[in-house]
């Protein structure tokens, strides 16, 4: 049954409405026209209606009347009701049911009176016209039937053989082939085909069989043709079947399809006159064998795209080679043997492109337009088509243009008038092209053009509503772009212009969409079609030859080659490349200098291979061992930076491809921007800059660029223009410093994880290297207001962006620096004066106006209680000077200007250089020579106008609110230690700084506690840095040490440049600082012991890093102490212990660890080279002092006294005092760590500054002593130290006596701890021995003979481990001797806590030394508790004495000073007599007490418990008590072994000559230490 069309609502209110609708229907149908398939739907109708009958739901009558109606509105109407009648005839004899075949017979009976009998008789069954009563009898109606048929089909009357009636053929054909162009018109044609068809009896099928073959011999008569066709036969079948039969003829072998006959079958299917499924079944080959032959194709092309890959002998690499060439002739010479293509063909021709498009769709993609003739047939109305929108918007300027021919088809494609005119047919025929297109090249520039105007267009388009229009545009264009302009152009061989022409559109579209548009070209195009598998082969092929003869010499003809194959292809060539530099990057030079032939598109490709290669998931991008970044990313960074200096590539998608992958917390590709800021902007960043670079980088930009780093990158202006213009232009400038910056702090975090230490400190190097070099770049590129715009304010930066400190400030730093300078341009023009002064002041005006916002600015970094200390000023200040505004460098400006002027003199003399290019070079060299002076000029005047303001700003820079060391703690927390590994030059500004607040004689800083800090412990600041950290740390400490060892090295520098400075008080008074007053102040001599103690500290910390055994604590020491080699170490007993510590590191990483192995050996061969100017420890400061009587310490010795190992004689006088006493028992311990004595001196004290007030109470106290008289101190003298001295001396005797035994034991243990250098010295020395005892006097430790050696390095496997921080310069010790000394110790410290001045002495060096480094370093024992707690009651007693002589008058202790003095030289002049006189027993009594005394420094209370201040006044008095204490103690030395009698004899006469020398000396040092009180 037909489709259900009419409503039921018309069958129930059929009367009503339903009658009418129903005629209304069938009305509009009837003025339809529509080729017949109007007739459907009136039959449709018709048969609905009466099927309503038939179901009885419609009375017979209105249906009747109403079909009644219908006959008048066409003339076939009965024959369509009576095929209604018969189609309903069939389906009611089928039914069972009677009701409904009455119904029928019913309605055909009515209708009888309008449809014709003979109609009725034609259609319907024989039965039913019985039973209507049309026919008497079905039986007799049959029969009749039977006879007219065989009358009819059996019996022949026409002819359709030419034979059988040629005379009617003949005057057929005459009348078909008569001339056309006059009146002859194909109606009259077709009436005379009537009659001949009537005259002769031809056959109608083969006449129009005639007719065809006509027309194909006259094809350019198709409207006469085709409408005599359609005149003469409308019926579609029977001309397909005729045109089927014909085509059929042509499918035998060795026959070819005319042209001709594709053609009319074109024109009848365009014309509409065949149907194109009714003769695409007559078309050969089948469907199934296309789709199997292009899957042939397919396999084909891998099978040689393998071949081309894989390794084959040359000889037969040619045979396959011509065989594969012969095929492919062969293929394009054979025209196809294809019917459906031929059909295609002939469509496309005559522009039907509705049937063309249907072919097409039969066949696999892109197979119909494989060949050739039909490509081009394709692109030929394409052309047609564009025609008229190319002339108006595509054709450049000044070109006419060629003229096309329109079709004289009015059905073909309407030409495009406008951009939507596109989408209608032509986007369509571009994709159906695809690769293809390349077959016409002119096309190809055409659409090219096309797609420039329209981005013209859409990128002016603002209006809403043509917006989506416009979008949707794009889009189309874009996959035009995809699927047909980038395949098209890999098949087109080397066409640069065409290259050039799709960059012009491509450039218009954003970066996102070309490289999408590129990665789709790479991955996917060549997999689409067998051509371009075989293009992808032969380039690679072509590509591995070029890349194996590239070198430097060929680049120019290589060059070519690469660009003549980048051209149509530039992917996979770029791919190959990679991958090679991927391998050697040696050809990362060679490769960069071949690419200058490619073109624009070309570059804009390379940039997005490189950042796929960067991409690539499958690439590890760290080496196997997990500590190194991998040489491909290295390489692949290098060549960044290379071609994108040197060649116009777009940088933006590089940049945010580096931007993403912080993002993403992967910071292994900022190698990536390193490379390329360095290369593009000439800006190096690198930590082993020389000293002379350094100090170029203070200067201006024109000085960096010249002396500032290693390699000239001339000519970065462009480039560096570049990079800032995509920086700018796509936002990411501030985006890449915040990630940098956050990232940096999150490396360990992030990226951590479970990689190894040395990598992450790396990643952390990078992230902060390429972050200056990037800050650096952005503050010498930007101008001031791009500068400004986009770096927001500091407490933006670090609350809201959570940029680190440093960073924040590295960032804001220019733009305060611009905005200051502008302001002061602003105010000099405001007001015209030339004075000098005006201008300083102006310079002033301008900082405050742009620094009082920041100052308030950065009180919301750090928590209100910071501020108590340091001022916002002074915190701003430090952070945003540099060392450009502290210091010129002269001396780098004229060695610049000095190579310049020696390079005009090399050119002047050098006749090879031709005249012009001389006066270039020479103009060059002097125009930088002047802009060198100019620089140089400028920067003077600046740094005077800033040194101005930071005079006039000190004196609010620190508060006195809190003690000295809590403001010098938060100095170095916030502002030194940050900024001091930031960058080499913020390391050098940060010890300049300190240097230059010290000669501001800032009030409330102190400079000797900072540099104590700085100086005594850097293990944790070392152990925590990071690789490059640590070169900047050395740095910093190496500008450090340059000015204390400037200070040390003369004493005329050191008063003019420490002396009545504020930041050298010893004594910090509570209403201010009195700079006058010299006994305030830390003398020369005093200031070299503290010097000494510096080093000292740096030895300590630098052996225990070195004795961890961790790699971090290892190299990193190794790499700070290679940059204090200038400096440090400069005393002999150091640089041996640390010698001795670096060849053991040598030893036991040869294999281990060779980067340490190699940092190691590299230190040791620069120490060696460094120990000719290396003295002695008693000529870098003089140990030995003149003795005094009971002057405390504190005003003498200063805070630095405890700066020195324990030093010291043997020799004691009974009227010593217990100080004295005590100071001796230290002085045996001769080197013992002085660290312990600071770390108990700091634990007495409390850290609040209460020492200063207790040292002044000591000045008080000394009055008291003197007082006391000489007889008590002799009784607390003989307490103390006689009776102890005894004890030990029997014990050692014990010890003597078991030696033997132990030394041979000794020498079977081959394993020992690493000896010192001193106890190397003297193995190596045994013969001069004496002299070596002599100068253990002096501090150097040395054992007497061998057998000690052995006993002590036996007994020292037992305190292996407890030694390791200071194993260098401690002496291992034998337990029982230890544990004997230190019951001694504590009862002559028991004794002698009790002087007051030792109390005042302590207090006073807590100002250097209450650090919380220092206490974390030491042992804390039970003994040195003891001394705390007996030190707190003596200082309450001290505070009672105090309130007793607050009114006592200050005349009256100067006058008593007076009078001591004149006694200690009085006792000084008997000391030197009583020297000249010693006994065999004395010498021997000295020798002995030297050499345990370095036993006994392995104990710790010795050195731990008494201050250093009382061991100097105990070496400054022992010499006047050497006479009773050796008569006291006669007994015990002549037990002593004969052995060393005799060596002492043969010491004698050498002993008298050194005691008369350092008699002077001590003279000497008594007048200075006088000269000091």
Known sequence: MATLILPGEWI?????????????????????????????????????????????????????????????????????????????DLETSALEEKIKREHYTSLVGACVFFVPEVILKERLDPDTLETLGLIKQAHQFNQKIVKIKTKLFYKQQKFNLLREENEGYAKLITELGQDLSGSITSHLVLESIKSLIGCFNLDPNRVLD???????????????????????????????????????????????????????????????????????????????????????????????????????????????????????????????????????????????????????????????????????????????????????????????????????????????????????????????????????????????????????????????????????LLSCFLSIADQVLLPSLSLMECNACMSEEVWGLFKLFPYQHRYRLYGQWKNETYTSHPLLVKVKAQTVERAKYIMKRLTKENVKQSGRQIGKLSHSNPTILFDYMLSQIQWYDNLIVPVVDSLKYLTSLNYDVLAYCIIEALANPEKEKMKHDDTTISSWLQSLACLCGAVFRKYPIELAGLLQYVTNQLKAGKSFDLLILKEVVQKMAGIE??????????????????????????????????????????????????????????????????????????????????????????????????????????????????????TPHDAAFFLSRPMYAHQILSKYDELKKAEKGNRQQQ????????????????????????????????????????????????????????????????????????????????????????????????????????????????KLEKDNWLLAKSTKNETITKFLQLCLFPRCIFSSIDAVYCARFVELVHQQKTPNFCTLLCYDRVFSA?????????????????????????????????RAIYEKECVNYPGFLTIFRATGFDGGNKADQLDYENFRHVVHKWHYMLTKASVHCLETGDYTHIRNILIVLT????????????????????????????????????????????????????????????????????????????????????????????????????????????????????????????????????????????????????????????????????KAESRREKLRDERPGKEERAAREGKEKTPKADREKAKAEEKSSKDDKAKAGNGEPVEPSRERDAIKESKSKEKG??????????????????????????????????????????????????????????????????????????????????????????????????????????????????????????????????????????????????PLSAEKEKTKRSKSSSKEKTDSLKPERTSSGGKKESRHDKEKSEKKEKRDSSGKEEKKHHKSSDKHR
């Not at 840095?1025 to 900047?1032: D, I, L, Q, V």
Request: net charge neutral.
């Open 1361 to 1506: 481990d407890r030694s390791a921080v200071t194993g260098s310069i401690k002496s291992p010790v034998p337990k029982s001797e230890s544990a004997e000394s230190e019951r001694d110790h504590k009862r002559r410290k028991l004794d002698s806590h009790s002087s007051p001045s030792h109390s005042s002495s302590v207090k006073l060096i807590c100002h250097l030394h209450s650090s919380p480094q220092d206490n974390s370093n030491e042992p804390k024992d039970s003994t040195s508790k003891h001394h705390a707690n007996y030190n707190s009651v003596t200082r309450s007693k001290s505070r009672e004495r105090e309130t007793e002589k607050k009114e006592s008058d200050s005349t009256q202790g100067r006058s008593k000073e007076k009078k001591e003095e004149k006694e200690r030289k009085e006792r000084k002049r008997d000391h030197t007599v009583n020297e000249q006189e010693p006994s065999l027993e004395s010498k021997r009594r000295k020798d002995e007490n030297g050499t345990n005394s370095s036993k006994n420094s392995k104990s710790e209370s010795p050195s731990c418990d008494s």
């Open 1123 to 1286: 940059k204090i080699l200038p400096c440090y170490p400069k005393v002999l007993n150091l640089g041996q212990a640390l010698e001795c510590r670096v060849h053991k590191i040598c030893l036991e990483e040869k294999d281990k660890r060779p980067d340490l192995y190699a940092l190691a050996m590299g230190y040791s061969g620069r120490l060696k080279s460094q120990k000719v100017h290396m003295v002695p420890e008693n000529e870098f400061h003089h140990k030995e002092q003149p003795a005094r009587s009971a002057t405390p310490a504190s005003q003498q010795n200063g805070p630095g006294s405890t700066g020195k190992p324990a030093t010291g004689t043997s020799k004691t006088d009974e009227g010593m005092s217990e100080d004295g006493e005590r100071g001796k028992d230290k002085a045996q311990g001769t080197t013992k760590p002085v660290n312990k004595a600071n770390s108990a001196a700091a634990k007495v004290t409390t850290s609040n500054g209460n020492g200063a007030l207790n040292s002044t109470k000591a000045v008080k106290e000394r009055d008291d002593k003197d007082k006391s008289g000489k007889e008590k101190k002799e009784k607390k003298e003989k307490t103390a130290g006689g009776t102890p001295e005894t």
């Open 685 to 802: 960043i690198t930590d082993e800059m020389t000293s002379e670079q350094l100090e170029a980088m203070t200067g201006g930009e024109q000085l960096k660029a010249e002396g500032g780093y290693f390699g000239q990158i001339r000519n970065t202006k462009k480039s560096s223009q570049r990079l800032k213009d995509a920086l700018l232009d796509h936002e990411l400038a501030l985006p890449l410093c915040l990630l940098m910056a956050q990232q940096r702090n999150g490396v360990v975090f992030l990226e951590g994880g479970e990689k190894h230490l040395k990598l992450v400190g790396h990643l952390y190097d990078q992230c902060h290297d390429t972050l200056v070099q990037f800050g650096g770049f952005l503050a010498s590129n930007l101008s001031t207001e791009d500068y400004i715009k986009r770096v927001p304010s500091i407490d933006i930066l670090c609350n809201q962006f959570h």
């Open 1018 to 1050: 850097i293990i944790y600041t070392v152990a925590s840095c990071t690789e490059n950290e640590s070169h900047r740390y050395g740095r910093f400490l190496c500008c450090m040490l340059e000015t204390v060892t400037r200070w040390h090295s003369d």
């Open 839 to 950: 201008k300083v002041h102006k310079y002033v005006a301008a900082c405050e106006q742009v620094m009082t916002p920041v100052h308030e600015a950065v009180m919301s970094l750090h928590p209100a209680r910071v501020w108590d200390d340091l001022r916002p000023q002074f915190y701003a200040t430090f952070w945003s000077l540099t060392m450009y505004d502290l210091a010129v460098p002269h001396s780098a400006y004229d060695r610049e200007v000095n190579k310049l002027k020696v390079q005009i003199k090399a050119i002047e003399e050098n006749p090879e250089i031709p005249m012009n290019k001389k006066k270039k070079e020479k103009e060059r060299c002097t125009a930088l020579q002047e802009k060198l002076q100019e620089e140089e000029k400028k920067q003077l005047e600046h740094v005077q106008r800033v040194l101005h303001r930071l």
């Open 210 to 472: 005639i007719i065809l073959e006509v027309y194909e011999s006259r094809s350019d008569q198709d409207e006469f043709f085709l409408s005599l066709i359609k005149s003469y036969m409308c019926e579609p079948l029977t001309l397909c079947h005729i045109l089927g039969f014909k085509f059929k003829f042509y499918q035998e072998p060795n026959e070819e399809t005319p042209k001709s006959l594709y053609h009319i079958a074109a024109a009848l299917l365009h014309h509409n006159l065949i149907e194109l499924e009714d003769i695409y079944v007559h078309l050969m080959p089948v469907d199934a064998t296309i789709v199997e032959e292009h899957k042939r194709d397919i396999t084909e092309a891998k099978q040689i795209a393998r071949k081309l890959v894989m390794v084959v002998l040359p000889s037969e690499k040619s045979e396959d080679k011509d065989k594969e060439k012969e095929k492919e002739e062969e293929k394009n010479d054979k025209p196809p043997d294809n019917q459906k293509l031929g059909l295609l063909e002939a469509l496309l021709r005559i522009g039907d492109w509705h049937h063309a498009q249907s072919i097409m769709d039969q066949m696999p993609p892109f197979y119909a337009t494989s060949h050739k003739a039909i490509a081009l047939a394709l692109c030929q109305l394409v052309h047609l088509t564009v025609d008229p929108l190319y002339r108006r918007a595509g054709l450049p300027k000044g070109a006419r243009g060629r003229v096309i021919q329109p079709l004289r088809n009015k059905r073909a494609p309407r030409p495009a008038e406008s951009f939507e005119d596109l989408r209608r047919d032509i986007f369509s025929m571009m994709c159906y092209l695809g690769p293809h297109l390349s077959h016409d090249a002119i096309l190809f520039a055409k659409i090219v053009r096309l797609g420039k105007a329209f981005m013209k267009e859409y990128q002016s388009e603002n209006r809403p509503d043509a917006r989506d229009k416009m979008e949707t």
């Open 12 to 88: 129930k209110n059929w009367e009503k409405s339903g009658k009418h609708e129903f005629v209304q229907l069938c009305k509009d149908l009837t003025e339809k026209t529509d080729h017949g398939r109007e007739i459907k739907s009136m039959q449709a109708a018709l048969y609905e209606l009466c099927w309503q009958v038939v179901q009885g739901n419609l009375k017979l009558d209105l249906v009747t009347s109403v079909l009644g109606e219908m006959m008048e509105l066409r003339d076939d109407m009965p024959s369509i009701l009576a095929d209604v009648f018969s189609i309903l």
